[in-house]
C-alpha cells in the first residue's frame, strides 16, 4: 500500500509539470493528501494538501513559497492526488513525494503523522 508519484522532470526556468500521485493498493478518497518536496541538504517542506472527499469540510493548504503558482486538485475515480507547477524555479529543484494524513480528512497545519508514502519524483528546474 503506497502512493506512486509519477511527471517530474527537467525544465526551464518559468516552465511547467504536472505531477501525479497515484494510490496503490487503497482508495485514497478517504484521505487528506499531502505534496511533499526535499532539495539535496535541505529538510523535507509539506508543499501542499487536499483534504478528503469525504470530509463534512474541505480545504487545501500550499506552502507560501508555492501560492499562486501551484494548484492542488484531486480525480477520485482515476484514484489520483495531481500538483500543477507553474512558473517553476530553480528553488523549486527537490524529489517530490506524497503521503495520507494519518488522522482527519481535512488539511491539517500540524498533522500527528502520514502514511503510505510513495517513492517520490524528481523535479529538476534549469537553465
Known amino acids: 500500500l503506497q502512493f506512486v508519484e509519477s511527471g517530474g522532470g527537467l525544465v526551464h526556468p518559468g516552465g511547467s509539470l504536472r505531477l501525479s500521485c497515484a494510490a496503490s493498493?487503497?482508495?485514497?478518497?478517504?484521505?487528506?493528501v499531502n505534496w511533499f518536496r526535499q532539495a539535496p541538504g535541505k529538510d523535507r517542506e509539506r508543499v501542499s494538501c487536499?483534504?478528503?472527499?469525504?470530509?463534512?469540510?474541505?480545504?487545501?493548504i500550499y506552502a507560501d513559497s508555492v501560492k499562486g503558482r501551484f494548484t492542488i486538485s484531486r480525480d477520485n475515480a482515476k484514484n489520483t492526488v495531481y500538483l500543477e507547477m507553474n512558473n517553476l524555479q530553480s528553488g523549486d529543484t527537490a524529489v517530490y513525494y506524497c503521503?495520507?494524513?494519518?488522522?482527519?480528512?481535512?488539511?491539517?497545519?500540524?498533522?500527528?503523522?502520514?502514511?503510505?508514502w510513495g517513492q517520490g519524483t524528481q523535479v529538476t528546474v534549469s537553465s
Open positions: 493498493g487503497f482508495s485514497s478518497d478517504y484521505y487528506a
Open positions: 503521503a495520507a494524513q494519518s488522522v482527519g480528512g481535512m488539511c491539517l497545519r500540524r498533522p500527528s503523522g502520514y502514511d503510505y
Open positions: 487536499i483534504s478528503s472527499t469525504s470530509s463534512s469540510e474541505r480545504n487545501t
